[in-house]
């Protein structure tokens, strides 16, 4: 199992073979150069090897490769632009489980390659690697950045929005779950930084992730029994990565991830002076980002699914804030990448601002039921079945951009085949539950039967 995508690639570990790692360390110095590739991974125990080769390949290509080690995506967009290099390869699988693994790559404006970009880096991949052995080895050079959690942090707490004294003061209880992922260590040395009495779970470099590692509700139940046990103030879990996060109330209750974009962006553009504020997210993300958007009076803009098509299009509108409704958030005084420190941070001033419990905050929050489903695609193609769809839908309006969104004056249903696995994805939104399903059940039916 391979996917080569706007994501980047990932496969089974096994599918990551070494002349595959070889020919990609290869392109991606004819791509981007070879002043300084930087190099950092999650915690799967199949990215210690992967690293190895790719340094040791990206050192035989004529780079200087700077070594990263475990860190979380957003660290490694950071450095890129903290260093100045021209570029960074993540080896992670983001919040696919075990056995996956794979890479993403990072131009020298610290975002992540875009869809023409990865195009032309798989047709070069596919044909250095069938002349690998006729390569010239230029011999590189390598390096550690011991201090790239810190700097990260350092960066974190000077964006302008953030007061760590008035944080601190208010001496929050966070449970924290990394899933043994990447944000094992910088999360919580940011969160003590910042006052916060922490109870931490699966923070172990060393251990497999002890559940399915996407921060969804579903997936969270120890996080809620932590909280309810320790009277904390709020849950953050991270994917394996940690450029996505999640939020739990005091209650224990998950907020669903599509909101922690709507609480960051409520602080942002409460905050910002700009005459022309706005928000870029994308077509699956929640409707509440048009309703905090009204209330600030910004210019709300939605994208094709991929944080490459989020922060191309924050830096083309000179954007406020941007993210996506999986829990990620971009700041532009941050970096253009998704990243859950910035994203913790940004909450964790909110609440401190407002005073008052995050279940009682969400309760003046607008309000709609999010679906999410994954169906298996088989062999079908979305674009040969639009008609079909098309006539299931009815007199909605229709986007195209990004497989189709149909969408209703209450609702709407989006349908797009995964950057990251073999299935279709069926987002949908509406007033209430049993609406939702009655708009969604069709088109599952479709799909269950022509698969």
């Given at each position: 199992m391979l996917i080569e995508s706007l994501s980047g690639v990932r496969g089974y570990d096994t599918a990551l073979t070494a002349d595959l790692l070889r020919a990609y360390a290869s392109a991606f110095t004819e791509a981007v150069g070879r002043d300084k590739i930087l190099l950092g991974r999650d915690t799967r125990a199949s990215g210690a090897q992967i690293q190895e080769i790719l340094a040791t390949a990206l050192r035989d290509a004529g780079a200087h490769v700077i070594l990263l080690g475990i860190c979380p995506t957003p660290t490694v967009q950071f450095a890129v632009e903290n260093q100045k290099a021209s570029g960074g390869i993540v080896i992670t699988a983001s919040h696919n489980p075990l056995p996956w693994n794979g890479l993403k790559f990072i131009g020298s404006d610290g975002l992540f390659l875009d869809g023409s970009q990865m195009q032309r880096l798989k047709e070069r991949r596919l044909a250095i690697q069938k002349t690998l052995d006729r390569h010239t080895i230029q011999k590189g050079s390598a390096e550690h950045y011991a201090n790239i959690l810190d700097d990260h942090i350092r960066s974190v707490l000077q964006i302008p929005y953030i007061r760590p004294d008035i944080i601190r003061a208010r001496k929050f209880k966070i449970v924290f779950d990394a899933v043994n992922g990447a944000g094992y260590a910088i999360l919580p040395r940011l969160l003590e930084q910042l006052g916060c009495e922490l109870t931490c779970l699966n923070c172990h470099a060393d251990r497999p992730f002890p559940r399915s590692p996407e921060p969804l509700p579903e997936n969270l139940g120890?996080?809620?029994?932590?909280?309810?046990?320790?009277?904390?103030?709020?849950?953050?879990?991270?994917?394996?990565?940690?450029?996505?996060?999640?939020?739990?109330?005091?209650?224990?209750?998950?907020?669903?991830?599509?909101?922690?974009?709507?609480?960051?962006?409520?602080?942002?553009?409460?905050?910002?002076?700009?005459?022309?504020?706005?928000?870029?997210?994308?077509?699956?993300?929640?409707?509440?980002?048009?309703?905090?958007?009204?209330?600030?009076?910004?210019?709300?803009?939605?994208?094709?699914?991929?944080?490459?098509?989020?922060?191309?299009?924050?830096?083309?509108?000179?954007?406020?804030?941007?993210?996506?409704?999986?829990?990620?958030?971009?700041?532009?005084?941050?970096?253009?990448?998704?990243?859950?420190?910035?994203?913790?941070?940004?909450?964790?001033?909110?609440?401190?601002?407002?005073?008052?419990?995050?279940?009682?905050?969400?309760?003046?929050?607008?309000?709609?039921?999010?679906?999410?489903?994954?169906?298996?695609?088989?062999?079908?193609?979305?674009?040969?079945?639009?008609?079909?769809?098309?006539?299931?839908?009815?007199?909605?309006?229709?986007?195209?951009?990004?497989?189709?969104?149909?969408?209703?004056?209450?609702?709407?249903?989006?349908?797009?085949?995964?950057?990251?696995?073999?299935?279709?994805?069926?987002?949908?939104?509406?007033?209430?539950?049993?609406?939702?399903?009655?708009?969604?059940?069709?088109?599952?039916?479709?799909?269950?039967?022509?698969?």
């Amino acid at each position: 199992m391979l996917i080569e995508s706007l994501s980047g690639v990932r496969g089974y570990d096994t599918a990551l073979t070494a002349d595959l790692l070889r020919a990609y360390a290869s392109a991606f110095t004819e791509a981007v150069g070879r002043d300084k590739i930087l190099l950092g991974r999650d915690t799967r125990a199949s990215g210690a090897q992967i690293q190895e080769i790719l340094a040791t390949a990206l050192r035989d290509a004529g780079a200087h490769v700077i070594l990263l080690g475990i860190c979380p995506t957003p660290t490694v967009q950071f450095a890129v632009e903290n260093q100045k290099a021209s570029g960074g390869i993540v080896i992670t699988a983001s919040h696919n489980p075990l056995p996956w693994n794979g890479l993403k790559f990072i131009g020298s404006d610290g975002l992540f390659l875009d869809g023409s970009q990865m195009q032309r880096l798989k047709e070069r991949r596919l044909a250095i690697q069938k002349t690998l052995d006729r390569h010239t080895i230029q011999k590189g050079s390598a390096e550690h950045y011991a201090n790239i959690l810190d700097d990260h942090i350092r960066s974190v707490l000077q964006i302008p929005y953030i007061r760590p004294d008035i944080i601190r003061a208010r001496k929050f209880k966070i449970v924290f779950d990394a899933v043994n992922g990447a944000g094992y260590a910088i999360l919580p040395r940011l969160l003590e930084q910042l006052g916060c009495e922490l109870t931490c779970l699966n923070c172990h470099a060393d251990r497999p992730f002890p559940r399915s590692p996407e921060p969804l509700p579903e997936n969270l139940g120890e996080v809620m029994q932590a909280i309810r046990k320790e009277s904390a103030d709020l849950g953050l879990v991270v994917d394996p990565d940690a450029d996505r996060l999640a939020i739990l109330s005091d209650s224990g209750a998950p907020i669903s991830e599509e909101f922690t974009l709507v609480l960051a962006a409520r602080l942002v553009l409460g905050k910002s002076t700009a005459t022309d504020k706005s928000i870029v997210t994308n077509l699956s993300t929640t409707m509440a980002v048009d309703d905090i958007a009204r209330k600030f009076k910004a210019q709300v803009y939605r994208t094709p699914i991929g944080e490459i098509n989020v922060a191309q299009k924050m830096r083309d509108v000179g954007a406020t804030i941007g993210g996506e409704g999986n829990g990620g958030v971009l700041l532009p005084e941050a970096h253009l990448g998704r990243d859950s420190l910035v994203a913790s941070v940004l909450v964790l001033q909110l609440l401190a601002e407002l005073n008052r419990p995050l279940s009682q905050i969400m309760d003046e929050m607008p309000h709609y039921v999010m679906h999410k489903q994954k169906i298996e695609r088989g062999n079908i193609r979305l674009a040969d079945v639009i008609p079909d769809l098309k006539s299931i839908a009815g007199a909605a309006r229709s986007n195209s951009e990004d497989g189709i969104k149909f969408i209703w004056d209450d609702a709407w249903v989006h349908l797009r085949p995964s950057n990251t696995e073999p299935i279709i994805r069926i987002y949908a939104e509406g007033m209430d539950r049993e609406s939702v399903e009655q708009r969604v059940r069709p088109f599952s039916e479709y799909f269950r039967k022509n698969v």
